[in-house]
């Protein structure tokens, strides 16, 4: 008998065909975990310590984690089996999460300042003096105008607290840190189909695009979907296709990276659609069925954008994009994710729409293996509420931004200091956009040192970042391992709803959020005459969780905030199979997830006294609650008409394009030769501002060198480790370089967390400076070990402000450089940016809002709009 | 009070029999006047490290009379401590106070941070534990404080001498011989391990003369303890054999002959002669500590 001819290539070929047979076959040998995890043991003392469940926060994933205490002191944190979505995994970040709890420089006592802003010289004040003080301020800002208290929050997972703080107060001036972050995503998708992020089925997908995130280092929700990245790649053979600017670990795993010029994804999104249209690949009847435009009018929408227009602009070659298009078409199921990649920048909404457009045209929505819609659970409030300010802030609404529903909050310093709205005290909750906002110091340091534009800063924190060290009070946070907080975040395709706790006693006299909230409002109302005190009624931290959970159906038989104090979370789906790490059922078959969401059919209860409208939309007390589909009625999508928007009419209101496009950010266009793109990213170690100070982490990765292309590098001279000089239109830096081949020619990119001023000693490294040369513990190995000398550079200062017009997003992936090796009056670290110019650059971004100059000239398309006069008095939408 | 701060549990103080005695070197008597001398000094450093002063203590240190004794003890106050008015002087210190101690970028006199480098650690329990054992129980002050913090540690030892000089008067060598143990164990395993680098620190940090020469104080006054109780402890929060060159005082003119110039003379000849013995015990009854801990 002949022997089949085996080459390495027919061996490939029969591996890709065959994965769903291998997948099927029987495992009788597999690694082995010993332990699933879920307790722990005192290596000396040999007794089991004491497992307390909690939902990590050392980012925002939000992993189910187990601290393990020991004397009231967490001395390991690791993943919890129970939760849903981690299934008892926990990232380099969660395991460090003790630092901050015991950090030498974490604030314990009110602090006052004595000297200059900024000056550093503080007071100890005790909590009586400190929320005396706070209140005078309060009711002089309440009796002239509410919304002249401002607060600005960074992470809030307070689950309503902060809200209910300053609608207690009567200010609708709450801003949050959303537009630096993903909120131009945001607001491409939830017109669009209603929620603001997806949940792709990584595990069961065999092909997925991946249109600039780093989801197995980084993104939204890096622990658990970088899990089912993994198992789909390995377990499922699924082919992954990365479109980035730079070779992260994310596009270095994936089958292919494609190297994009920063802000075209959307161009080459929409260029596959074209491809797909063209070729009949697309899912005729779900876009018909599901989406507010028919295949005839999508087919000629995306008829202008051909693969040769997207090359042009991406780089990205014709061919590979119609390859890629077909392969995404012909594969099912497929899935797309995207992160900052395509939102931050100037028309960052657009991009998202024409990136997400790709799993709707192609009917792969709500199917196993596709583009799901996400999966969360609420919980409900503790009555009495208070009601909703009575007149508007323009911080928080800006009118020139009226779909910009998460806010513009890196636009507000130059809102400010324009008069635009007067603030007396301004509060800031987890927030430091002194370094985490475009522009850090030379903007929001310049408006938070001008006394008269705010003359009361009041920070609560844990710790002294660049902002906190810039304030008149300081109210001490707990960090996370010392609060309560409900959670849930549909960070997989099972909901689940979580608790954050105490694992141990609070630190010195710090208090947590709530009860410090809690604090300020029986100062201003101690005998309730004011009718505030109402709102806060409550003994603790638990008490309030009580009056969360105890009464949510099911949780509430389950044994309500028992059952999470317990578990962490609930529902507890099944047990984790220690051969697959996997969740299985009680014969030990994974759990399935649900499918299909928007066609879940109403119940007759639910169509009683419901009408249905001739577009089939179903509606009920004034809200529309379902759609009518071939006869059935479904619950549909979460949009006001309950179907898929490919067309967002509200958007062509204001001079938008409603259809899927793309708009190039103009000055990359008319870039010179010598001109770069920088952007930033994150590693794996590193979150916004508040991971330098943890050794473990800062031990990993301390230094962050300017990541630049083999062939740009050669043209300027310049090597790996050279200084080099960054210039921008608003500043300049020095840092090092780091020549590789993983990013693309035209672009350079510094990750950020590091370079910080502020933030203790080791984040600063400030624990070297010779004065302080003993500043920390000598015993301890880890701080007897810092043996670098580099902490990084910031890159923020050089970075301008600019708006995406609809989403209201920064376009941190906008800046034009020149980079040119440094110079012999540079040195290392040098960090600069102009007050001046950030504000020129803020006004050349305002210039893009629908109320611009420029908007216009950016649509030619919407030449039929009848101009902003038209929607002036209009209410603004978008967001949620 | 200071007292109440690590208040006496009676039920949980160990019995000793009374008719237990054991013979003393020195007689009874003089040894229970050098526990309570030195006590009184522990207080004083209690006192100055555990929160800012009060306008007591401030105005109990300004007189003439302690000033004088804490000259010939070897503290060289300049006028920021000797001449501003005592409310300028309040505001400063508790700035210092907050600056060094309390705040961000600051050197918490708090063991667990001076040696692990984090708040909470192992010396935290270990000295919480011993309170617990020998009958103290650690209370809040007018801020909340660690059970390893100097002041609390510092306290603890004042108590024993105090219980130790008690029982010494009332005949009882035995307890006092176990408590002397538990104070050398105390500071072995404790406060020998960093007060002495951790004064070295402060002497160079602080900006008000007041805490710069209460760090002198501190540091001269251990090393003398440490010396007295024929204890070798290595200090591990920067213990050095030698002291760079350019790091070491000046602390007398060079152009004089010298003559019992240095802080370490004066300390030493400070807490053994009788004389002086008095005076420290004079200055505790003169300084007001108690009251720092109990507003009402």
């Known amino acids: 008998m002949e022997m089949p001819k085996v080459t390495r290539r027919t061996f490939l070929k029969v591996s890709a065909t065959t994965g769903a047979a291998a997948a099927a076959a029987p495992r009788l040998l597999n690694a082995m975990e010993t332990e699933l995890g879920g307790k722990d043991f005192g290596p000396v003392s040999g007794v089991e310590r004491k497992a307390i469940p909690i939902n990590c926060h050392v980012c925002n994933i939000q992993d189910g984690a187990i601290a393990y205490v020991e004397n009231d002191r967490v001395v390991k944190l690791e993943g919890n089996p129970e939760h849903v979505s981690t299934r008892g995994r926990l990232c380099a970040k969660g395991n460090a999460g003790m630092w901050y709890s015991y950090d030498p420089d974490r604030i314990l006592f009110p602090l006052k300042r004595v000297g200059a802003r900024g000056e550093g010289k503080w007071k100890r004040i005790t909590w009586d003096e400190a929320l005396t003080e706070l209140a005078g301020k309060l009711n002089a800002a309440l009796k002239e105008d509410p919304n002249t208290i401002m607060l600005k929050y960074g992470r809030n997972r307070s689950g309503g607290v902060i809200d209910r703080f300053m609608n207690t107060l009567g200010s609708a001036t709450v801003v949050n840190h959303t537009s630096v972050c993903e909120s131009s995503k945001k607001i491409g998708m939830e017109p669009t189909w209603g929620p603001d992020i997806e949940t792709p089925d990584f595990a069961n997908a065999k092909y997925v695009l991946n249109f600039g995130s780093n989801i197995l280092e980084a993104a939204y929700f890096h622990n658990p979907l970088s899990q089912r990245v993994t198992e789909g790649r390995i377990d499922n053979q699924m082919k992954i296709v990365t479109f980035d600017v730079r070779l992260s670990n994310t596009a270095g795993f994936s089958d292919e990276w494609v190297p994009v010029h920063p802000g075209t994804d959307g161009a080459v999104a929409l260029a596959m659609g074209h491809v797909i249209l063209r070729d009949d690949l697309q899912d005729s009847d779900f876009i018909e069925t599901w989406t507010n435009v028919t295949v005839k009018e999508l087919k000629e929408h995306y008829k202008q954008y051909t693969p040769e227009w997207a090359s042009k602009i991406s780089g990205v070659p014709a061919e590979t994009i119609e390859r890629i298009a077909t392969e995404f078409a012909t594969t099912k199921p497929a899935t797309l994710f995207t992160y900052r990649g395509p939102a931050k920048h100037l028309y960052g909404s657009y991009n998202e729409r024409s990136c997400m457009m790709l799993p709707i045209m192609t009917g792969n929505v709500e199917k196993k293996g596709g583009y799901c819609l996400p999966r969360g659970m609420g919980w409900p409030q503790p009555s009495p509420e208070p009601g909703k300010p009575k007149k508007g802030s323009y911080l928080s609404h800006p009118t020139e931004y009226p779909l910009a529903g998460h806010k513009v909050s890196h636009l507000v310093p130059f809102w400010i200091a324009d008069g635009k709205q007067k603030i007396n005290v301004y509060i800031t909750y987890q927030d430091n956009p002194v370094y985490t906002n475009p ?103 638990e008490d309030y969780m009580r009056q969360h959970f105890d009464n949510v159906p099911g949780l509430k038989e389950a044994g309500g905030l028992n059952f999470l104090k317990k578990h962490g979370v609930w529902p507890i789906y099944g047990k984790l199979d220690p051969r697959t790490g996997k969740v299985t059922d009680k014969t030990g078959r994974e759990i399935k997830a649900e499918y299909g969401l928007f066609k879940k059919e109403l119940s007759a209860g639910d169509m009683a006294g419901a009408a249905v409208a001739k577009d089939g939309v179903i509606s009920k007390n004034g809200k529309a609650i379902g759609v009518k589909r071939n006869g059935k009625n479904y619950v549909g999508f979460p949009t006001g008409n309950r179907i898929i928007n490919v067309r967002v009419d509200k958007w062509a209101e204001y001079g938008f394009n409603p259809m899927p496009t793309f708009k190039r950010v103009p000055w990359h266009e008319t870039m010179k030769d010598d001109e770069l793109v920088m952007v930033t990213f994150k590693l794996n170690v590193m979150k916004q501002s508040r991971t330098a100070a943890v050794k473990w982490l800062a031990e990993i990765a301390h230094s962050n060198p300017m990541w630049i292309g083999t062939s740009t590098a050669a043209k300027l001279g310049i090597k790996t480790g050279d200084l080099v000089r960054v210039e921008s239109r608003v500043g300049h830096l020095v840092t090092k370089a780091y020549v590789t081949e993983g990013i693309h020619p035209r672009t350079v990119a510094i990750p950020t967390g590091f370079g910080h001023w502020e933030y203790g000693r080791l984040a600063t490294l400030r624990l070297k400076d010779k004065k302080s040369e003993a500043s920390h513990g000598q015993d301890d190995p880890d701080l007897n070990n810092v043996w670098w000398d580099d902490k990084g550079v910031h ?69 039929s709009w009848a101009g902003p006069d038209s929607v002036k008095h209009k209410e603004g939408g978008g967001g949620h | 009070m200071l007292k109440t701060v690590l208040k006496i549990e009676d039920g949980d103080a160990e019995e000793v029999g009374a008719g237990e005695t054991a013979a003393v070197l020195a007689s009874p008597a003089e040894t229970a006047a050098d526990c309570r001398s030195r006590a009184g000094v522990y207080r004083l450093l209690s006192g100055v490290f555990v929160e800012e002063p009060t306008g007591e203590f401030i105005e109990a240190l300004r007189t003439p009379a302690v000033l004088a004794e804490l000259a010939e003890a070897g503290l060289r106050f300049d006028a920021d401590f000797l001449t501003t008015p005592q409310d300028m002087l309040l505001e400063a210190l508790a700035i210092e106070y907050t600056t060094q101690f309390a705040a961000s970028g600051g050197f918490p006199p708090v063991e667990s941070v001076r040696l692990t480098g984090r708040y909470k650690q192992q010396p935290n329990f270990d000295t919480m534990q011993t309170y617990k054992r020998l009958g103290f129980v650690l209370q809040p002050g007018r801020f909340e404080v660690f059970a390893d913090q100097l002041g609390i540690e510092l306290m603890f030892v004042a108590e024993l001498l105090e219980r130790g000089a008690t029982a010494l008067e009332q005949g009882d060598a035995v307890t006092h011989r176990r408590l002397e143990k538990e104070i050398k164990r105390f500071w072995t395993q404790h406060l020998g391990r960093w007060v002495r680098g951790y004064s070295r620190l402060i002497e160079r940090t602080a900006e008000h003369s007041f805490y710069r020469e209460m760090a002198r104080f501190l540091g001269g006054f251990a090393a003398e303890e440490i010396e007295a109780m024929s204890l070798r402890i290595e200090d591990t929060d920067q213990a050095r054999l030698e002291v760079p060159k350019d790091e070491i005082r000046v602390e007398f003119n060079p152009n004089e002959p010298v003559c019992n110039g240095c802080m370490t003379d004066a300390l030493s000849t400070t807490l053994s002669a009788p004389d002086n013995v008095r005076r420290l015990e004079e200055m505790r009854g003169l300084n007001k500590l108690h009251d720092l801990r109990d507003p009402g």
Not at chain 1, 491 to 498: E, I, M, V, Y
Not at chain 1, 813 to 825: E, F, S
């Open chain 1, 439 to 541: 522009g850090a110091m030379a903007v929001w340091g310049k408006l938070f040192k001008d006394e008269k534009l705010i003359p009361y800063l009041v920070s609560m924190s844990p710790f002294m970042g660049e902002e906190t060290a810039l304030v008149d009070l300081i109210l001490p946070d707990c960090p996370y391992l010392e609060r309560w907080e409900p959670e849930s975040m549909p960070n997989s395709l099972w909901p689940w709803l979580g608790i954050r706790q105490p694992v141990h006693k609070s630190l010195g006299e710090s208090r947590e959020n709530r009860v410090m909230m809690r604090d300020i409002i029986w100062k201003l109302d101690p005998d309730g005459k004011r009718g505030m005190k109402q709102f806060w009624n409550f003994k603790d931290g």
């Open chain 1, 795 to 863: 890159p923020n200062n050089i970075i301008p402000v600019v708006a995406d017009p609809i989403g209201g997003s920064q376009g941190w992936y906008d800046t034009v450089v020149k980079v040119t090796k440094a110079g012999p009056n540079d040195k290392y670290g040098d960090s600069q940016g102009d007050w001046e110019k950030h504000y020129a650059a803020y006004k050349e971004t305002m210039r893009y809002a629908y109320t611009g100059d420029l908007h216009r000239k950016m649509h030619p398309e919407m030449a």
